[in-house]
């Protein structure tokens, strides 16, 4: 058996050297070697969303995603997104708007959601529907997490 690569990897800003066989996926470096707890397993089949992380500020199912193709790219997750002690805009609206019942799908929506403002920063109902309709939620908080991400987006733009 062939020894583990050695790669580095930017998350959150921060480098890191790890030692993982190249088609680990990422999601498990992240949980298990770098302790960082946002992204959820929840299907192992990039299906469900719990496990997305942004890959050069674009959303990618981190459980499919092999490591190797994480090397020299930047990687955010959900602990990336707070800057200065303060909450993302998105993180906090989930918050305010009570968008989450189990939380398990939160990382997923949360970081979908801030692709798209970013993409998008005044995203119609009818868009954020369509940007999050591959994160599944089993709980049924869904108006709230529609609320939420206007609430960002309004936020983001100054008229709140």
């Known amino acids: ?76 997750t959900l602990e990336g997104l707070a800057s200065g002690g303060q909450l993302h805009p998105v993180q906090q609206a989930f918050i305010d708007e009570q968008a989450a019942q189990c939380g398990y799908c939160l990382n997923g929506m949360i970081m979908m959601a801030k692709a798209l403002l970013d993409r998008n920063p005044a995203p119609s109902e009818a868009e954020i529907r369509q940007e999050l309709k591959y994160n599944l939620c089993r709980c049924g908080t869904h108006i709230e997490i529609l609320r939420a991400v206007a609430l960002a987006a309004a936020r983001m733009r100054g008229q709140e």
Do not use: H
């Open 1 to 76: 058996m062939p020894a583990p690569a050695r790669l580095q990897l930017s998350v959150n800003g921060a480098v890191w050297d790890v030692a993982a066989d190249a088609d680990t996926p990422l999601l498990y470096v992240l949980r298990n070697d770098l302790g960082l707890n946002g992204p959820k397993f929840g299907c192992g089949l990039g299906e469900c969303g719990a496990c997305t992380v942004l890959l050069d500020d674009r959303p990618l199912r981190s459980c499919i995603l092999p490591v190797a193709g994480a090397a020299g790219r930047q990687v955010t």
